[in-house]
């Protein structure tokens, strides 16, 4: 399994700015993925993030609204850019487990965002 | 279009009674299938999965769940409910070599 620890747990932002959201991983892992979760609703793909190469978005995510960082094999950076209320969701970091393919994934523990 | 669906939004049992919470399926191929739960500020936790072979798997805290491949379906179980139990519990499926798809989400309370 794998032990991922998310930062910040939750923020209240102004609208317009940016929130960068940290996810670390205690272990290598080849690909890391972003979710949301809006109020009430279940979890959609952000986008997967590869280290050493660009992130690969979901259909109706763009880079420039949310960049990914990806500078090595446990770590990794979401960016809610010029936010909105609408941005308002849990934010999750995601792995497979190490070493496996098609198994579980192990989440964070979420990042709650209210923008305001 | 693949999808997973969760026909109830809430499923309320009484502790100690056995508790189902179900989930149907729709996506091609023979998919690997999950289930995870939400405790309130909580990231997501594995609960257990089905990839082959017995079409019973078991879980952790003494979850269940039943692969029925000609209903598609793949209902989550547990003979005695606790208190604890109480969550949200999403179902998914992960068509092989692909990305999860995940269910609505099942609110379980379960009542002392």
């Known amino acids: 399994s794998a032990v991922i620890s998310q930062k910040p747990s939750r923020d209240i932002c102004q609208r317009g700015t940016s929130l960068t959201i940290q996810c670390q991983v205690d272990?290598?892992?080849?690909?890391m993925f972003w979710y949301r979760q809006q109020p009430g609703q279940s979890l959609t793909l952000i986008a997967t993030?590869?280290?050493?190469?660009?992130?690969?978005?979901e259909s109706g995510f763009v880079i420039d609204k949310f960049p990914i960082s990806r500078p090595n094999l446990t770590f990794s950076t979401l960016t809610v850019s010029n936010m909105s209320p609408e941005d308002s969701s849990i934010y999750l970091c995601?792995?497979?487990?190490?070493?496996?393919?098609?198994?579980?994934?192990?989440f964070g523990q979420g990042t709650r965002l209210t923008v305001v | 279009a693949q999808s997973v669906a969760q026909p109830e939004d809430q499923v309320n049992v009484a502790e100690g009674n056995p508790l189902t919470v179900k989930c149907t399926y729709s996506?091609?191929?023979?998919?690997?299938l999950f289930w995870y739960v939400q405790y309130p500020n909580r990231g997501l936790q594995f609960l257990l999965k089905?990839?082959?072979?017995?079409?019973l798997v078991k879980g952790s805290y003494g979850f269940e769940a039943e692969f029925n491949k000609s209903q598609t379906s793949f209902h989550l179980k547990k003979p005695s409910a606790l208190v604890s139990d109480s969550a949200l519990y999403f179902c998914?499926?992960?068509?092989?070599?692909?990305?999860?798809?995940f269910g609505p989400g099942t609110r379980l309370s379960v009542l002392p």
């Open positions: 995601s792995v497979e487990d190490p070493g496996r393919t098609n198994t579980e994934a192990f």
């Open positions: 272990s290598q892992v080849t690909m």
């Open positions: 993030a590869n280290q050493g190469s660009e992130a690969t978005y």
């Open positions: 996506v091609s191929g023979n998919p690997y």
């Open positions: 089905y990839i082959t072979g017995d079409n």
């Open positions: 998914a499926v992960r068509p092989f070599g692909q990305n999860f798809v």
